[in-house]
């Protein structure tokens, strides 16, 4: 559902301004929904897919009813970035949404979740990603909760995007130096049924599965 919701709103803001209309974004969710589902979408039956489907409507109706569809981001886009931090080191991901302000950039995160808590990563290496990419200093990031409507202003430090850096530097540090499978494995590997961590590993959660019905406590790996 995450997914969907976020490249429905990306495409949306793609639009011309007169065509941004809740029927369109409502029609783009659909559109994304009818190539991924069913078990490949992560959900367990057709209940549970229905269930998290009437979610997505409501939350990106209640955006069209509350938020200003009219602006124009500097970025809406499902591409990644790639940004060299240092001689060592480049940050890859993708931000959802950049908004210009005359003062510098803000930086939007959506989240779907009806669980309101802040990624204590995410937001602090987007500022450094866009200060990079776009030569722009980065004056608000925030995480928007599509599911109430709240939004979640993170400070702004510029002293925090040396931080961020070193920190990052030091958990690569701290991971294995091997490519070997072993050393890799999941302890929480009997509980991620769509995993794509797994499909690396060479195993295909759902390889032997008996049709949309199967219960998410009986994974076929085990």
Known sequence: ???????????????PQEKRTK?????????????????AGGFR?????ATYYDRACLMLSAFCDREDITIQ??????KLISVPVNERLNFL?????????????HIIDYKTSKEEREDPWQLAMYAVMAHRYWQKPVVELSYHFLETGSWLPIPVNPARETATIAQVEQIIQAMPHSSAKKDWQCADADGCQHCDYL???????LADNDGFERPMNQPSYL
């Open 73 to 78: 981001p500097l970025w809406a886009s499902d």
């Open 23 to 39: 029927k369109a974004l409502l029609w783009l969710l659909e559109q994304h929904w009818q190539k991924k589902n069913g078990l």
């Open 45 to 49: 039956d057709k209940s549970q897919e």
């Open 199 to 205: 499909k690396e590993l060479g195993i295909d959660p």
């Open 1 to 15: 559902m995450g997914d969907h919701v976020h490249n429905s709103l990306k495409l949306f803001f793609n639009l």
């Open 93 to 105: 991901g993708k931000i959802d949404r950049v908004d210009e302000r005359p003062d510098g950039l």
